[in-house]
């Protein structure tokens, strides 16, 4: 299969993919003058606790490093599996509780959508002062389209997910056409500065979760990070290409011998001096 054609405004880049972006310490970074919030993605979550001394959340660590150089920082919690839709709505809602008049949205994989949902088509333009997005598909991903078309024939499955309350939309969203469907349906609507990160790693390098992912992936849109394609991800002003898999992007490492580890908490502190150096 080919890689859907790219969608009108907002473009992506069309240039070769550009180098690593080069990570900053903490003590190089400056405050934003607005807030961060994270924006996690499908199956995605704020926090969970084991027990009261062992906890974990979706963005390892992130809210601490940024915390500790003295930007204000939050997640907010999204139904996980939702729809685009239904997402967007809780993001409004979550920003709406929090005490600032303007922000900056970073959104992670399917995060990246909602946000954008939320500024083109829920007012979400009046609050938002930038959108920074991290290998979200922005053009859908090949893995969507097929896992729905192999759940979809095991009828079974998707009785499965209704019987155990899990929400599928979020499946059918992903999915290449509903996605391009989408983007002609936010021509024209508000829209606030953009920037994207993609990703790619050799396959030797991807962990062995997204195995088959990233092969089928590879085959059908090219460099990838075993879910999302460098080609999908780019929306807006591309800020580079990260060398990391999906997981690794949010510090969920399965970082093979020999292979030296993503810095994800470099990567937002990045994020946070270039909004800053930008007025955001």
């Known amino acids: 299969m080919t890689p859907a054609s790219p969608s009108p405004s907002p473009s992506p880049a069309a240039a070769p993919s550009p180098a690593a972006p080069s990570l900053p310490d903490a003590s190089a970074v400056v405050v934003p003058q ?3 919030v994270l924006v996690h993605g499908l199956l995605g979550f704020v926090r969970r606790s084991l027990t009261r001394l062992l906890s974990f959340s979706y963005f390892q660590g992130v809210e601490e490093a940024l915390r ?3 930007i204000r ?15 967007a709505e809780a993001l409004a809602a979550a920003i709406d509780a929090l005490p ?7 959104g992670h994989s399917m995060g990246g959508l909602d946000a954008r949902w939320y500024v083109g088509r829920l ?3 009046r609050k938002v002062a930038s959108l920074v997005t991290i290998s979200t598909p922005h053009r859908g991903t090949t893995v969507a389209d097929w896992g729905c078309q192999r759940i979809g024939r095991a ?9 155990i309350g899990v929400d599928r939309q979020a499946f059918d969203d992903l999915q290449r056409d ?12 508000p829209e606030v500065p953009t920037f994207s990160y993609g990703a790619a790693r050799p396959w030797w390098a991807i962990a062995a979760p997204l195995q088959v992912s990233y092969r089928m992936l590879q085959r059908a849109e090219g460099p990838n990070d075993g879910l999302v394609s460098i080609h999908s991800a780019r929306w807006g002003e591309s800020w580079g290409t990260l060398e990391a898999d999906h997981l690794a992007e949010t510090g969920w490492h399965w970082t093979p011998p ?23």
């Open 73 to 87: 920082v939050h997640a907010v919690p999204l139904p996980a599996s939702a729809g685009v839709v239904a997402r």
């Open 123 to 125: 007012g979400g333009h």
């Open 155 to 163: 009828l079974a499955a998707w009785r499965l997910f209704d019987a």
């Open 68 to 70: 500790e150089t003295g």
């Open 178 to 189: 509903v996605c391009e469907e989408r983007n002609a349906a936010l021509l024209g609507a």
């Open 100 to 106: 600032y008049e303007r922000v900056n949205l970073v």
């Open 34 to 36: 607005h807030p961060i």
């Open 258 to 280: 020999g292979m030296t580890r993503f810095d994800h908490r470099a990567l937002y502190l990045d994020i946070a001096r270039r909004l800053a150096a930008r007025g955001y």
